[in-house]
């Protein structure tokens, strides 16, 4: 009888969708709606009237939703991986895949709604929008190199990776 | 628990409202801008980053065991 060499990964991959689902939370509940420094599509209708902050409004509940599915997935993976004999137990593994998780988002997040697509960016109400969006990704990429440094404590010696 | 949790359901779908309630003045307007011919791109566009995360998060899932396990057992390189 062959038995499954021990992974890390399902843990890690579970960690990475719910942190960046959470990842996505803070964003929505601290950027757009306490600060409301910006929207999903503020660069393209800036919400300087009522309809247009209403419109944009709606456009950050789709989003938010997707967000939602995507920390429902990751809880299910979570769910999977803790019943797989295959995969050891690691707090330490899985804060790290949070915190990565988070860092991902960020910088997912960044690159394609701020820098490619320019939906929106960061702080629009400054007249320096870029120094707002590389500050973003910086606390994107240091939050990455945190949840990598913390998946690299959590090391088993029998594990594959 | 259980009556909980049904009675619970059940206050949701009472207050779920059978008309609108949003503002009557300004949710028509506020309908036409949401619904224009861009609605697809825009959904497409505000999705993307999210696809992209999901994608990578279920590919290190299920293929990321599966490789590692082919590097770890020098797949790569015995066929070299």
């Given at each position: 009888m062959t038995t499954a060499p021990l992974t890390r990964l399902p843990l890690l991959a579970a960690g990475l969708l719910l942190g960046a689902g959470l990842g996505g939370f803070v964003d929505g509940i601290v950027?757009?709606?306490?600060?409301?420094?910006?929207?999903?599509?503020s660069a393209q209708l800036?919400?300087?009237t009522l309809v247009a902050t209403k419109v944009n409004m709606y456009w950050d509940g789709v989003f938010h939703a997707a967000v939602w599915v995507m920390t429902v997935i990751g809880l299910r993976l979570f769910w999977t991986a803790a019943r797989r004999p295959d995969v050891p137990w690691s707090g330490i593994t899985f804060c790290g895949g949070l915190t990565m998780g988070w860092g991902l988002f960020d910088v997912v997040e960044g690159l394609i709604d701020?820098?490619?697509?320019?939906?929106?960016?960061?702080?629009?109400?400054?007249?320096?929008?870029l120094a707002w969006d590389m500050a973003f990704l910086g606390f994107g990429v240091l939050l990455l190199l945190l949840g990598g440094l913390l998946v690299r404590a959590g090391r088993i010696p029998q594990a594959i990776d | 628990m259980k009556r909980l949790f049904i009675g619970y359901l059940l206050a949701i779908i009472w207050l779920l409202?059978?008309?609108?309630?949003?503002c009557t003045v300004c949710r028509p307007k506020v309908q036409a801008a949401i619904h224009t011919p861009e609605y697809s791109a825009n959904v497409a566009l505000l999705l993307l980053p999210v696809v992209v995360l999901l994608l990578l998060g279920l590919g290190l899932y299920y293929i990321g065991p599966v490789l590692a396990r082919r590097i770890t057992a020098g797949f790569f390189f015995s066929r070299s």
């Open positions: 950027l757009h709606q306490m600060l409301q420094w910006h929207h999903m599509l800036p919400p300087d701020h820098q490619l697509l320019g939906l929106h960016h960061v702080q629009e109400y400054t007249t320096n929008k | 409202p059978t008309v609108c309630q949003a």
